[in-house]
């Protein structure tokens, strides 16, 4: 017993005077140049040097603003809720002018909620959909082309809707991988406790203008009823990588429920052909966070693009490996549901450069739940490695006083915060 005492204070102090070997001779030195690279840091300062790319911002490859462009060309109703554009796909360069497909929702109302739908008023934004696209000589102005994947006859999945579709381009070929629905999205599916079901359907073509023919299969399939992808599979998201088709996608675990208690994760499927098998990472689901996250290759591995939802959401994370993420910079002003112009989305390069600019969507457009759509915009950015553009650096991105406001409290915080003040005073 004694010895073990004794030894218990030999090792405590043998820990205290570790942790004072960590302070250093002198303070933190004016130029960065002549920090020491064995110099002790606090951990704030550490992480800065040692976890991100380069300690500066400025220097950080994988970081950046968003700057928001309306685009030209899309007509929208008047914004009377009846048409509506929404999750663009990857943007690709083909026949000399770039190409994007898209959600589009065309019925005789706007989206009348769940119960309400039938077979043409929509329940959602994206039920009773289709995915068309458009061409663009600029990235701007928009030319529609019109339908690229119709909605099949019922039985096959996608009959009711199909919806948020991204592009894959494979020896010659295009594929695109979308949300197939047999019931209004929105529809509670006793069996699964959920409420906006759809199997992965995909579409292959000889050229990005069709025809589009379907491939009247499930892709990926869902996980069994204890595992985490068993409820739902959205998003789908395909690169080439290692002469394979990478495809990410978004699953909610736990409860899907009013109290948000839902939890947004990655997981990554792999096949050696578009049609699948599709296997499962083992080590899925791969991101923790993100709603519509947005990956691209870069340098050796992948990037993404984290908005909204989630512990590490607004972040830009990145991938060597292409499985294990690490979060390489926090940002701000985040696209939503973006759609990349990643030129080396399918080029299988091992010095990948980055992305500069995509389109995204915005709910809500007209400001009008009673009239809701959604439309397309685009976003550039600077996370490329060829192009260099401090003024997409800035991390003091300060929005318009008037919208710190309109966030403001509930009636039911301001009541609870005056209960707390009355009780105060009672109790002075
Ligand atoms: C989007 C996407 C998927 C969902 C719905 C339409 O934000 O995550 O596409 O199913 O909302």
Same mark, same amino acid.
């Given at each position: 017993?004694?010895?073990?005492?004794?030894?218990?204070?030999? &090792?405590?102090?043998?820990? #205290?005077?570790?942790?004072?070997?960590?302070?250093?001779?002198?303070?933190?030195?004016?130029?960065?140049?002549?920090?020491?690279?064995?110099?002790?840091?606090?951990?704030?300062?550490?992480?800065?040097?040692?976890?991100?790319?380069?300690?500066?911002?400025?220097?950080?490859?994988?970081?950046?603003?968003?700057?928001?462009?309306?685009?030209? !060309?899309? #007509?929208?109703? #008047?914004?009377?809720?009846?048409?509506?554009?929404?999750?663009?796909?990857?943007?690709?360069?083909?026949?000399?002018?770039?190409?994007?497909?898209?959600?589009?929702?065309?019925?005789?109302?706007?989206?009348?909620?769940?119960?309400?739908?039938?077979?043409?008023?929509?329940?959602?934004?994206?039920?009773?959909?289709?995915?068309?696209?458009?061409?663009?000589?600029? !990235?701007?102005?928009?030319?529609?082309?019109?339908?690229?994947?119709?909605?099949?006859?019922?039985?096959?999945?996608?009959?009711?809707?199909?919806?948020?579709?991204? *592009?894959?381009?494979?020896?010659?070929?295009?594929?695109?991988?979308?949300?197939?629905?047999?019931?209004?999205?929105?529809?509670?599916?006793?069996?699964?406790?959920?409420?906006?079901?759809?199997?992965?359907?995909?579409?292959?073509?000889?050229?990005?203008?069709?025809?589009?023919?379907?491939?009247?299969?499930?892709? *990926?399939?869902?996980?069994?009823?204890?595992?985490?992808?068993?409820?739902?599979?959205?998003?789908?998201?395909?690169?080439?990588?290692?002469?394979?088709?990478?495809?990410?996608?978004?699953?909610?675990?736990?409860?899907?429920?009013?109290?948000?208690?839902?939890?947004?994760?990655?997981?990554?499927?792999?096949?050696?052909?578009?049609?699948?098998?599709?296997?499962?990472?083992?080590?899925?689901?791969?991101?923790?966070?993100?709603?519509?996250?947005?990956?691209?290759?870069?340098?050796?591995?992948?990037?993404?693009?984290?908005?909204?939802?989630?512990?590490?959401? #607004?972040?830009?994370?990145?991938?060597?490996?292409?499985?294990?993420?690490?979060?390489?910079?926090?940002?701000?002003?985040?696209?939503?549901?973006?759609?990349?112009?990643?030129?080396? &989305?399918?080029?299988?390069?091992?010095?990948?450069?980055?992305?500069?600019?995509?389109?995204?969507?915005?709910?809500?457009?007209?400001?009008?739940?009673?009239?809701?759509?959604?439309?397309?915009?685009?976003?550039?950015?600077?996370?490329?490695?060829?192009?260099?553009?401090?003024?997409?650096?800035?991390?003091?991105?300060?929005?318009?006083?008037?919208?710190?406001?309109?966030?403001?409290?509930?009636?039911?915080?301001?009541?609870?915060?005056?209960?707390?003040?009355?009780?105060?005073?009672?109790?002075?």
């Amino acid at each position: 017993m004694k010895k073990i005492f004794y030894l218990s204070i030999i &090792a405590l102090g043998l820990m #205290n005077c570790a942790q004072k070997q960590q302070f250093p001779d002198a303070a933190f030195p004016l130029k960065v140049a002549d920090v020491a690279p064995d110099r002790p840091m606090s951990s704030a300062m550490k992480r800065a040097f040692q976890h991100y790319e380069a300690p500066r911002l400025l220097d950080n490859e994988l970081y950046t603003n968003f700057k928001y462009t309306e685009l030209k !060309g899309f #007509n929208y109703n #008047n914004g009377d809720g009846t048409i509506s554009r929404r999750d663009p796909s990857k943007i690709i360069f083909e026949n000399g002018q770039y190409y994007v497909w898209y959600t589009h929702r065309e019925t005789p109302l706007p989206p009348q909620g769940k119960g309400n739908a039938n077979d043409t008023l929509p329940s959602t934004d994206w039920d009773l959909a289709e995915i068309w696209y458009a061409t663009s000589k600029d !990235g701007f102005t928009w030319e529609e082309q019109g339908v690229a994947v119709t909605r099949p006859p019922k039985p096959q999945p996608g009959w009711r809707s199909v919806a948020t579709a991204d *592009i894959l381009k494979f020896k010659g070929k295009y594929y695109l991988y979308y949300q197939a629905f047999n019931a209004p999205s929105g529809t509670y599916d006793e069996a699964k406790d959920a409420y906006d079901i759809c199997p992965v359907a995909l579409s292959v073509a000889d050229s990005p203008d069709g025809p589009w023919k379907p491939i009247n299969k499930i892709v *990926i399939p869902f996980g069994e009823s204890n595992e985490w992808d068993w409820r739902v599979i959205h998003d789908p998201m395909p690169l080439v990588h290692d002469g394979k088709i990478y495809l990410y996608y978004k699953s909610g675990m736990d409860q899907r429920d009013a109290n948000r208690k839902h939890w947004d994760c990655w997981g990554l499927a792999i096949a050696e052909h578009p049609e699948g098998p599709f296997k499962k990472h083992p080590l899925s689901p791969v991101m923790n966070s993100g709603h519509e996250t947005m990956l691209f290759p870069f340098r050796e591995g992948v990037a993404a693009i984290v908005g909204t939802d989630g512990i590490e959401h #607004n972040t830009i994370q990145y991938a060597e490996d292409w499985v294990n993420f690490e979060i390489a910079s926090v940002t701000q002003l985040l696209p939503t549901a973006g759609g990349l112009f990643s030129p080396d &989305a399918f080029t299988d390069s091992k010095n990948a450069d980055g992305i500069t600019w995509g389109l995204s969507h915005f709910i809500n457009a007209g400001k009008n739940w009673k009239k809701q759509y959604s439309k397309l915009g685009r976003f550039d950015c600077d996370l490329s490695q060829s192009v260099n553009d401090p003024t997409m650096k800035r991390s003091n991105v300060l929005m318009p006083n008037d919208l710190y406001f309109r966030y403001g409290l509930s009636k039911k915080q301001r009541e609870r915060i005056e209960k707390e003040n009355n009780q105060r005073i009672l109790n002075q």
